[in-house]
């Protein structure tokens, strides 16, 4: 079988799973894809010295493997029982990335949140493929299953091509299957205020935890992960951190968008205790987030923060506000432009104020020019970059730092009109009325910012928080929707009294 064809399979049993028709089909579906990713990586890298290490000590790999099985299927019965224990679970396991090696380097993966995934979906698909064929009504898969669909089907199909087919390997089994098995479980939780407030707490407390261990490395000028970083701040005159995170811009990414959820909690907060416990925690994770140095969530922060203002005030003068910030920030660049190490008419020094990525988006900008249509195939841009510029792999390693550019380069016009369409299919599902209820609007504004963040930094569809973030407004919504089914706008007719009204 060609390597292609199974990871194609696990793909679109992912897809199915999003759109399926009944609870039975996305149950197959799940478990199948459950069952399939692990066997596609075993086969991935049965040729390293890792799974080399493991079968030269097949009794301690078969000890580890069964108290994996065994803890897996301890935690897929408490949240068969508890099933609102998932979400907590999944949103606590979120920021934990374990370094293993893995085909001659190092990859950081989320192996406590599949533990949860896998444990979830058996939860969930066990119960459902033993039930009798009737079932109770479910919502279809709208246009947001539908784009997620496709958008993972159609990068696993374009790795067919690609030049660099390990790495697109590696992110739809380790990321776009595992996460879309997400999406699916949690978006169909029944999402209670109670829930909401102990997922936040989950991750205000995550974040305040990671901030005070940014504050220990900050005063020690010490950082116990990321070699990079460690030789990045020793070579230049400021100090970055990076908590547990492998990167201060992933762990920027995280504190403003727990921030921005706890803005929205105190936008709406009506005590007096809370605005003060609010605006000590978000003191504290500022002061996190500013020791990172990371531009790119400060502008997310801002950019969340704007539809924030807007969806609790008004929106034209939260974007006039946004634009004084914009056209302040360009007056400086144009008044002071050393001031940023900035010379507006050098190529190289606009390359060394982005952090080189000017330099990674015109290289993106010309791979999509010699290939448009299909492009050069997912996961190829960090090879593809260095033939096509001669540089060496440092300058590579993390894509095109913008996302659409990345997409474009890698997927041609077909992937970008795919990536094109999901991102509007998740705004109108995440904004549309959720200015009336204070979660949807704090996921609706984190996930925009989030959205920024990818524009300026790499990890969209690859990141867990997009996922979540868009099941739990998924889910909201489909509350909204049917409290509204219930208890209309005034002299509009209920569902039970449109039900029965006469043809």
Not at 26 to 53: G, K, N, T
Not at 246 to 271: K, Q, S
Not at 297 to 323: C, D, E
Request: net charge positive; glycine share 6%; aromatic share 8%.
């Amino acid at each position: 079988m060609d390597a292609p064809v199974p990871l194609i399979l696990v793909a679109l049993l992912a897809a199915a799973a999003l759109v399926a028709p009944t609870a039975r089909s996305r149950a197959a579906a799940m478990l199948a894809a459950l069952a399939i990713a692990p066997v596609i990586l075993v086969f991935h890298i049965s040729d390293s010295d890792q799974f080399r290490a493991l079968t030269d000590r097949p009794s301690l790999a078969a000890a580890a493997g069964a108290v994996a099985v065994v803890l897996v299927l301890a935690l897929a019965l408490a949240i068969h029982r508890w099933p609102s224990l998932l979400p907590v679970l999944a949103v606590g396991a979120v920021p934990f990335r374990v370094p293993i090696a893995l085909g001659g380097t190092t990859a950081n993966l989320l192996v406590p949140l599949y533990g949860v995934v896998a444990a979830g979906v058996l939860a969930y698909a066990v119960p459902r493929l033993k039930a009798s064929e009737s079932e109770p009504p479910r919502r279809d898969a709208g246009a947001l299953e539908w784009a997620l669909a496709v958008f993972v089907a159609l990068y696993a199909i374009q790795a067919s091509y690609s030049i660099d087919f390990d790495r697109a390997l590696e992110n739809v089994v380790f990321f776009y299957v595992p996460f879309a098995l997400l999406f699916v479980l949690v978006s169909r939780i029944a999402w209670t205020p109670r829930l909401t407030a102990a997922c936040l707490g989950v991750l205000v407390a995550l974040a305040l935890v990671f901030a005070g261990i940014g504050f220990v490395e900050y005063a020690t000028r010490h950082l116990f992960l990321n070699p990079k970083v460690i030789a990045s701040n020793q070579l230049q005159d400021y100090f970055r951190v990076n908590s547990l995170f492998f990167d201060p811009n992933i762990y920027g990414r995280f504190l403003a968008i727990v921030m921005l959820l706890v803005v929205a909690w105190l936008l709406w907060a009506r005590r007096a205790r809370d605005v003060v416990v609010g605006a000590i925690v978000l003191a504290v994770l500022w002061g996190g987030l500013v020791l990172t140095l990371s531009q790119s969530s400060f502008a997310a922060l801002l950019i969340g923060l704007t539809v924030l203002g807007g969806m609790r005030w008004s929106a034209k003068k939260a974007i006039a506000l946004a634009g004084a910030f914009l056209v302040l920030g360009a007056a400086f660049v144009l008044v002071a432009p050393s001031a940023v190490r900035l010379d507006l008419g050098s190529s190289k020094s606009a390359n060394s104020a982005t952090s080189g990525r000017y330099d990674l988006v015109s290289g993106g900008v010309g791979l999509f020019a010699d290939r448009p249509v299909q492009g050069w195939g997912t996961g190829s841009f960090p090879r593809q970059y260095r033939r096509a510029e001669h540089v060496s792999a440092e300058r590579a390693t993390s894509a095109s730092h913008t996302i659409p550019i990345t997409v474009a380069a890698e997927q041609g016009v077909i992937g970008l009109a795919a990536y094109v369409a999901l991102l509007v299919c998740a705004l109108w599902r995440l904004l549309r009325g959720a200015s009336s209820v204070p979660a949807r609007a704090g996921v609706a504004a984190a996930f925009v910012a989030l959205l920024a963040h990818t524009m300026m930094y790499a990890a969209f569809l690859e990141d867990p928080l997009s996922w979540t973030l868009l099941a739990v407004g998924t889910a909201l919504a489909a509350a909204a929707g049917r409290r509204r089914a219930i208890v209309p706008p005034e002299g509009e007719p209920t569902a039970r009294e449109r039900a029965v009204a006469p043809a």
